[in-house]
């Protein structure tokens, strides 16, 4: 069946071709004995649309130096802005952006000045992806978008097609990543309705990816397998799109921990790759694969792939990312077998190529914002001489002169008028100007009485605060001191003391993290903490309390993944640290052996959405809802840690304080994601 379907599809190529064919050699003829007037202008213009559209390039050319000089002596100019467009669509399809933005620029003016709205759009379009093929993404975007209502508007499918595509490329590139879904979906609907199937694999494709992206990892799935059962196998080109999709959507059922299916499509992918030579799609499937080892604890078979994949990252292909991942991944395996010091080392690697991405990415920002259009003639010529018109020295004296008698005459008249307002002031003035003083002092006396009942809460809450900790911090004090006097007291022998010298370290660390969490606790209440916001990238503050958490984590053999971007926050940089440091002590807390924690951020609503989850013990619903309660709430990790049941407290108090929000989301023994939401820019009061 597969091959009469093809046999079908390649007798249709043959007549389309032999058709297509047929209409051009109609039109040369027809073209051939035309009189040199508007028609025969007409005619070209038919001939090398067919011809580009058939993608002989050097033949509609030729059509095009033919025609070019005949409709500007007919001054055809409709004709002509046609003409040009198409003469800058070959060369933009062969990569010759100056002379296709020339023609491009040459078209949009008679367009414009023949108010023709589609012509325009056209052109637009057109220059938006050229734009956006060089980097200059939101100079790309402003083109495009201002196409679409005239496309929509006529319902040009075609049209729509490439600048829905060229926006969602342009809003990708610009980490709009919602706006960049839109646009693809819109193109997707297009593309079926034309039966597109080269561009339908393309849209699905990029919506599986920026599904993944915005962790909807189960519409990410979904719009994987749509793309894998379109593909042919028969069909080489289909088979390497195969080969680059299979090793994600094993990544995506991975977030699952589903490792049956996820293995399925990772070994496949493997195989694919391997017999097509595809270097980045082996690469992409040997670090996937070492991931579901990890988290199965086959460390040995892990490494295997890693050190397969890390050859082909370094010798054969160039793909920084993967090369990042693989980095990440190197670190997680040598913290399992316990080899810290090589640990540090891909750690040290990992963030070394995190920071030149990170480099590479400003300066690509900063030569897009950079950009001028070389044609604006918006120069201030200033005159060579600027005092030349005063050459004399003498005329020079006289005229400071005169200018300092003027300047003493207004500053007279100015005194006198000063002295006029004051004395003359009226009496009705004066009882106005006690009545808005009357008002300052008591606002200034409501003001007192405010600060005054803020002072009794605060003591008040002073008291409850010293009541909860008192209990658990003179516990773990009390037992250190006995630790010590039994050792002091020779009461016990040093083989006995260095088996408890485990249960005292807990007690110290259980005694600093109270003292530490009651320090910030009561820096949140003080009268003047005001937040001091500042600009600052959010995946720092991530990278510092990774590094933080790494040791604990590692006694647990808990897995860190940081799958944080590039974004900015607007917030008191110190009190989101002290969230997030909470967050994550948290989750190292309350995850097992084998565990994962995963730190990441995404846009939403205008701001930054910020996500700590881990695959831990989970929380009830009775207990999510005394979380971030002022009271306190707390149980014991997973390896019996204490708490002191106010870090919460304290973090929805510092989040609030910077206009933002935190909440949970949890199921017990599938894991917990705490969420913060902070403002990208300064909210409006």
């Known amino acids: 069946m597969k091959q009469l379907i093809t046999l079908t599809a390649f007798l249709f190529t043959i007549f389309s071709s032999l058709s297509q064919t047929k209409e051009q050699d109609s039109l040369v003829m027809q073209f051939a004995f035309q009189k040199l007037d508007s028609t025969k202008v007409d005619t070209s213009i038919e001939i090398i649309k067919s011809f580009y559209d058939s993608k002989d390039y050097q033949k509609a050319l030729g059509y095009i130096s033919q025609t070019e000089k005949l409709s500007a002596n007919l001054q055809y100019h409709k004709a002509t802005a046609e003409i040009k467009y198409y003469k800058a669509l070959i060369y933009s399809q062969r990569d010759d952006y100056f002379n296709a933005l020339d023609n491009y620029n040459t078209s949009l003016n008679l367009f414009t000045q023949l108010q023709d709205s589609l012509g325009i759009a056209k052109v637009n379009n057109s220059i938006g992806l050229i734009e956006i093929k060089r980097g200059n993404y939101n100079k790309g975007l402003r083109y495009s978008l201002s196409a679409i209502d005239i496309f929509e508007e006529r319902n040009l499918r075609n049209e729509l097609s490439s600048a829905y595509n060229n926006l969602a490329d342009a809003y990708f590139n610009t980490n709009q990543v919602d706006k960049s879904l839109e646009f693809n979906i819109k193109a997707l609907q297009i593309r079926e309705q034309l039966r597109d199937s080269s561009g339908i694999k393309n849209s699905t494709k990029n919506i599986a990816l920026l599904y993944s992206m915005r962790k909807e990892h189960r519409k990410a799935i979904e719009y994987y397998e749509k793309l894998l059962a379109s593909l042919d196998p028969q069909n080489t080109d289909d088979q390497v799109i195969r080969g680059q999709v299979l090793p994600d959507i094993g990544a995506e059922y991975l977030q699952f921990n589903d490792f049956t299916k996820a293995a399925t499509f990772l070994l496949e992918g493997l195989r694919i790759n391997r017999r097509s030579n595809n270097k980045i799609g082996i690469a992409k499937s040997l670090n996937n694969l070492a991931n579901l080892n990890i988290k199965q604890n086959k460390v040995r078979l892990a490494e295997g792939q890693l050190n397969e994949a890390y050859n ?13 991942k693989n980095y990440k991944l190197r670190v997680a395996v040598d913290s399992i077998k316990g080899d810290f010091k090589n640990a540090f080392k891909w750690q040290r690697e990992y963030h070394s190529l995190k920071n030149t991405l990170d480099k590479a990415n400003a300066v690509t920002v900063v030569i897009d914002d950079s950009l001028e259009d070389p044609t604006d003639d918006n120069t201030i010529t200033l005159p060579q001489n600027p005092i030349n018109t005063v050459t004399d020295s003498k005329e020079l ?23 006029n307002y004051f004395a003359g002031r009226s009496k009705k003035e004066y009882i106005t100007e006690l009545e808005e003083k009357n008002k300052q002092y008591k606002l200034q006396n409501d003001s007192i009485l405010e600060q005054t009942r803020h002072l009794e809460e605060m003591n008040q809450v002073k008291d409850r605060l010293f009541s909860i900790v008192s209990h658990d911090l003179k516990d773990s004090i009390t037992g250190v001191k006995a630790f010590l006097d039994l050792l002091k007291e020779d009461s016990i022998s040093q083989e006995e003391f260095d088996e408890l010298i485990p249960e005292l370290s807990d007690n110290a660390d259980n005694a600093a993290a109270l003292l530490l969490n009651l320090l910030n606790w009561s ?25 933080l ?14 799958e944080s971007m590039k974004d900015f926050v607007y917030a008191d940089r110190s009190m989101v640290e002290i969230v997030i440091q909470n967050l994550l002590a948290n989750a190292v807390k309350f995850s097992r052996v084998g565990d994962v924690i995963t730190v990441s951020n995404r846009e939403r609503n205008g701001n930054v959405l910020i996500c700590v989850e881990d695959t831990g013990v989970g929380i009830s619903e009775e207990n999510q809802k005394k979380l971030f309660k002022n009271g306190g709430f707390t149980t014991r990790g997973t390896s019996a840690e204490k708490g002191t049941g106010l870090g919460l407290s304290i973090c929805k108090q510092l989040v609030e304080l910077n206009y933002g929000k935190i909440w949970v989301e949890s199921e017990q023994n599938l894991g917990s994601k705490f969420f913060v939401e902070l403002p990208k820019a300064k909210p409006i009061e």
């Open 312 to 324: 082909n990252l370094t010798r054969e292909v160039n793909d920084e990312l993967e090369l990042l």
């Open 397 to 419: 004296k006289q005229f400071k002169f005169i200018a300092y008698g003027l300047a003493g005459g207004l500053l007279i008249v100015l005194i006198i008028l000063i002295y």
């Open 523 to 547: 820096k949140s209440q003080m009268q003047n903490l005001e937040p001091k916001p500042e600009l600052f990238n959010i995946q720092d503050v991530f990278s510092d309390k990774l590094s």
């Open 549 to 562: 958490v790494q040791k604990k984590a590692e006694k647990k053999r808990i897995v860190l993944l940081d």
